[in-house]
């Protein structure tokens, strides 16, 4: 098939849990079909030149979107109705490119990564098309208004979660199929527009490259990995830090804590200054070697939705995972075999300590954890589910929403 993918920024280099699963989808695709891909940038971006060409190489061709300026884009909101995280997007400079490359390259389907990248389709777009929807997004806004403490910061989300959500309705009927990756996600979706044909699709991991390496040393560390710009990822780290960590050092003087994610916020900064035992490593060009040398992954994180990309890559990797609920929703193992829940932080030290003292018990949950990954959670089976949602309706044309003109 020669198909278009719409991305809301260049995917690559594959640092964060947005952009890992559309890279290694366009690597698995490209071996077997013909590729576009239009990605939205702006213009003082670093390294869009090395970036796209790295692309290219997967890509018959990649075309630059340009984003609205940032005045422009909240006054098109503003005045469209748009969430205003839409805003950058609604560019007649980036629809008409796009719907150029549906004309002269005889595109057979679309391919659009998150709902953002659906006002780059013109309204009278024919094109058989599905959307990687990933997160309900009206969801994950009203989550981050129960974040923050601030007033005017809750309004703005919970304001911006209502025109999301409208937003949303509008936009999901365009497309033949859309893909969740996990059932609760598919049921957001649902509630948003009951009609909706939503089909699970989990992220995957490169298992042949997240892998236990015993020649080398466990540590005596906790790692945590996350986006931490993400405030539901940044608090997961303060929780950990701040409620756990400390009262596992009482036990294990020893033990070191690793916090590895770009963007860490002035207070983890601040408590990896204060405490020598606390690493915040800021963003690392490779994360393998902290999840081959750690000896337990924890995930604290009370708010959030989907399936986490660096849990994926520390059971990939044979650690022993701890999870909350909020971080285990996605996933479809065994809790107690293939990793731990943990409802509250009296569970979380239960269970650390018992993967820190009973060596037999880790080594066999990390061994069952990666075993999952082996088994549901690849790039090859996410790559084919994808086709296969184009594929099933190749037919029907793709509608055209309200509120993107």
Request: with cysteine; hydrophobic share 40%.
């Amino acid at each position: 098939m020669r198909l278009l993918i719409i991305a809301t920024r260049l995917p690559y280099p594959p640092l964060d849990g947005l952009v890992i699963p559309l890279y290694e989808l366009i690597r698995e695709l490209s071996s077997r079909h013909e590729l576009w891909l239009a990605a939205y940038v702006e213009n003082d971006e670093p390294g869009i030149p090395e970036r796209s060409a790295h692309l290219s190489s997967m890509c018959t061709e990649v075309v630059l979107l340009p984003k609205l300026p940032q005045k422009s884009a909240l006054l098109r909101a503003l005045s469209s109705g748009l969430p205003v995280s839409v805003g950058p997007y609604a560019s007649a400079d980036a629809r008409q490119r796009v719907s150029d490359l549906l004309t002269i390259r005889s595109i057979d389907g679309i391919i659009c990564h998150l709902a953002h990248s659906a006002a780059a389709l013109e309204q009278t777009c024919t094109t058989p098309a599905c959307m990687i929807v990933q997160d309900a997004l009206y969801h994950l806004l009203r989550l981050n208004s129960r974040l923050h403490k601030s007033a005017v910061k809750k309004s703005y989300y919970v304001l911006e979660s209502k025109r999301m959500l409208r937003f949303e309705r509008a936009t999901y009927p365009r497309f033949l199929r859309c893909a969740v990756v996990s059932q609760a996600e598919k049921e957001r979706v649902l509630a948003v527009e009951s009609g909706v044909p939503v089909e699970v699709v989990p992220n995957g991991v490169d298992a042949c490259y997240y892998k236990p390496d015993s020649s080398i040393a466990r540590s005596e560390a906790v790692l945590y990995m996350g986006a931490l710009g993400a405030s539901r990822n940044e608090s997961a780290a303060w929780v950990l830090s701040t409620e756990i960590f400390p009262r596992l050092r009482v036990q294990f003087p020893a033990l070191q804590l690793w916090i590895v994610g770009n963007c860490p916020s002035r207070r983890l900064l601040d408590i990896g200054r204060q405490d020598p035992s606390i690493n915040v490593t800021g963003q690392v060009e490779e994360v393998l070697p902290y999840l081959q040398s750690a000896r337990l992954f924890i995930c604290a994180q009370w708010t959030g939705t989907g399936i986490k990309n660096s849990v994926l890559q520390a059971l990939a990797a044979g650690l022993p995972v701890l999870l909350s609920p909020a971080a285990a929703e996605g996933f479809q193992g065994r809790p107690g075999r293939d990793y731990i829940v943990c409802k509250d932080t009296n569970e979380f030290m239960t269970a650390a300590t018992r993967v820190l003292t009973d060596e037999p018990f880790a080594s066999e949950l990390g061994v069952q954890g990666r075993q999952l990954v082996c088994e549901r959670y690849t790039w090859v089976r996410y790559a084919q589910c994808i086709e296969k949602l184009l594929q099933m309706d190749m037919g029907k044309p793709c509608s055209s929403p309200a509120g993107i003109a």
